[in-house]
């Protein structure tokens, strides 16, 4: 009886266990990208380009390889700002106004390209950080001469500021994972100015 007993708690704690260790990698994953450290980073307030919000960027004490100087691009009355540090760092910021669910939209987007495998490395309500990688046919036959892989890694999101959607992603193109670090950090803090930091 008690060797049942027994038996039963073990099988018990090691599902439990092992459902623990999986919660466990998912947070580490997330805090990868999520922290609330933001050593290297600085304020920007956007408010003179007609956009109600602040972000954090990295500062000059950050190794992004490149100059931190801000640069935003946006015209009056224009629905779209570019983010620019250097020659890698983009944040693209679009108003949706009132329409919802652009991750979920941009998730549906990502499953219908059937050339690329999309691997999740954050896979949030309202944000997502994931690698794009082209799929080639005949990989295993190709020359080592041949092409180079086509990796790259992305984030995007949806923040809701003062009633208005806003969509957040890095460039088209992709970024490497590093500096997609950075943008997903500076994304994640995208928040209305009367917050407080």
Not at 53 to 65: L, N, Q, R, S
């Amino acid at each position: 009886m008690y060797l049942k007993h027994f038996l039963l708690f073990l099988l018990f704690s090691l599902v439990v266990l092992a459902s623990c260790h999986i919660t466990t990698d998912e947070k580490s994953q997330v805090s990868t990208y999520f922290d609330n450290d933001y050593y290297e980073y600085k304020g920007i307030h956007l408010q003179k380009y007609d956009l109600p919000a602040i972000i954090m960027v990295p500062d000059e004490t950050a190794d992004i390889g490149s100059s931190t100087e801000v640069q935003i691009n946006h015209s009056e009355n224009d629905f779209r700002w570019d983010l620019l540090i250097g020659e890698k760092f983009l944040i693209h910021i679009e108003d949706f106004g009132n329409n919802k669910n652009l991750v979920s939209e941009k998730k549906k987007e990502l499953k219908n390209k059937n050339w690329f495998e999309i691997k999740y490395l954050v896979n949030e309500k309202n944000i997502i950080v994931y690698q794009k990688k082209l799929k080639v046919k005949g990989v295993n036959n190709a020359s080592s001469k041949v092409g180079v892989e086509h990796v790259s890694f992305h984030v995007y999101a949806e923040k809701l500021i003062d009633g208005i959607n806003y969509e957040l992603r890095n460039s088209d193109d992709g970024n490497s994972q590093e500096m997609v670090r950075w943008i997903a950090k500076s994304i994640k803090s995208f928040k209305p100015l009367k917050t407080k930091q």
